[in-house]
């Protein structure tokens, strides 16, 4: 590491520092209303997709009803989403460009903030900002955490700092903190090509004997990206899904692409302790392990270490809706006996984005540790753990 990608950290760590509390609790609560003007209570989603519906959610947590939703796909128009109409933008921003703050809540957001003032909206802001205004509802399981809890890990961002094993994860571990202190775009590095999610091939070397262990595999969704990436040349899937809805149609999505003979669907969660949990069985991206409730319903937990492997994994991806740090302790066995390739979600929660490499770290300390990031802002971020054998020489 040279003086430079150190400096680049500390210069952050160092600005943080000299914000006062008092300071930071003020922007906390005023960031918002620099965005929404008089409209904090006047809100339009801009996107219906996962991220708008999580956000409707939680509004309603915060007892706030947003006035619609506006959305670009036109087979949505005119729909409602529990009781919110659908509008297309252009009739949204003629109706509200002066009267309602127009919230993102979409993962790449920036086109969609570009098309908002081309229409004339007024008043625009990112949902972070949202986030931040509602943080005992929003944070910190929307993976945005309020700045006045950042300075506390500052040992740790530190730590994370020197197990990473390349530049460009320490630049974006800097730009990272940075953005989720400030919401400052500019400080952050560019996205990479979402088709890249998980599968970083300047990183890593497929392999013909691959037994990928997909955690978290929902429908199926990064099935078709594997199988391309690997040109079909692997052994064997394992697709771990708790939710049942989720679990028939990743069925689907199997047979559709032939993998029927080298997949098998696994029904667990999986955690550090094996037995049953509570689980919101949604049928979306959103379903997670949960405390309990009216609509939970019971499903088995598995620790990694625990399941009976006809076949050795050697390459582990796990997007757990938070359950990541829990998960990897459950597969330390796996994990130092065997050096599967690990690709783990840090976006979950802001902490994650470092606590995630120190823990693998401690876990296995033989492998090489990277972040990359796939999205805007703080989305669809991943740690990579590649043992040498695997890894892509230059």
């Known amino acids: 590491m040279n003086a430079s990608e150190a400096n680049q950290l500390e210069v952050v760590l160092q600005r943080i520092g000299s914000e006062s509390f008092e300071a930071v609790r003020a922007r906390e609560k005023s960031t918002f209303a620099n965005f929404a003007g008089r409209n904090e209570e006047r809100l339009i989603l801009f996107g219906a997709g996962p991220l708008g519906r999580l956000v409707l959610q939680g509004l309603k947590q915060a007892g706030l009803r947003p006035i619609a939703f506006a959305d670009n796909n036109e087979r949505l128009w005119n729909t409602h989403i529990e009781g919110v109409p659908v509008l297309a933008a252009s009739t949204a921003s003629d109706l509200y460009r002066d009267s309602a703050c127009f ?3 979409i993962y790449n957001g920036s086109p969609a903030r570009r098309q908002l003032k081309a229409l004339g909206c007024k008043y625009v802001a990112p949902s972070a900002a949202l986030f931040w205004k509602y943080g005992e509802v929003f944070t910190p399981n929307f993976g945005i955490e309020l700045p006045h809890k950042l300075p506390a890990y500052a040992d740790e961002i ?11 994860s320490r630049r974006e571990l800097a730009g990272q903190l940075e953005w989720r202190y400030w919401l400052d775009d500019d400080a952050l590095p560019p996205s990479l090509n979402p088709s890249e999610t998980y599968f970083p091939m300047d990183l890593m070397v497929p392999s013909e004997e691959e037994v990928f262990v997909d955690c978290g595999s ?3 969704d990064i099935l078709p990206s594997f199988t391309s990436h690997w040109n079909g040349k692997f052994k064997h899937i394992f697709a771990i899904e708790p939710d049942p809805q989720n679990r028939e149609v990743l069925g689907t999505t199997a047979g ?5 003979d080298r997949l098998t669907a696994l029904p667990y969660a999986v955690g550090e302790q094996s037995g049953m949990v509570s689980f919101a069985s949604t049928g979306t991206m959103a379903s997670r392990v949960v405390d309990g ?4 319903i019971s499903v088995e937990c598995r620790r990694l270490d625990d399941i009976s492997w006809p076949l050795t994994p050697t390459y582990v991806k796990m997007d757990i809706e938070g359950a ?3 998960a990897l302790v459950g597969a330390t066995g796996l994990l130092r006996r065997h050096h599967p390739i690990l690709a783990v979600c840090t ?5 994650h984005l470092w606590q995630i490499p120190n823990l693998i770290r401690s876990l296995a300390p033989e492998y090489n540790l990277f972040v990359r990031r796939y999205a805007e802002e703080c989305w669809e971020g ?3 753990a590649i043992p040498d054998h695997r890894l892509k020489r230059a």
């Open 103 to 105: 919230v993102v809540t």
């Open 158 to 168: 530190r730590a994370c700092r020197e197990v990473l094993a390349d530049e460009d």
């Open 218 to 220: 929902f429908q199926g």
């Open 256 to 260: 559709n692409l032939g993998l029927k």
């Open 293 to 296: 409730g009216e609509r939970s």
């Open 324 to 326: 990541e740090p829990q």
């Open 347 to 351: 976006y979950h929660r802001s902490e």
């Open 382 to 384: 991943v740690c990579y």
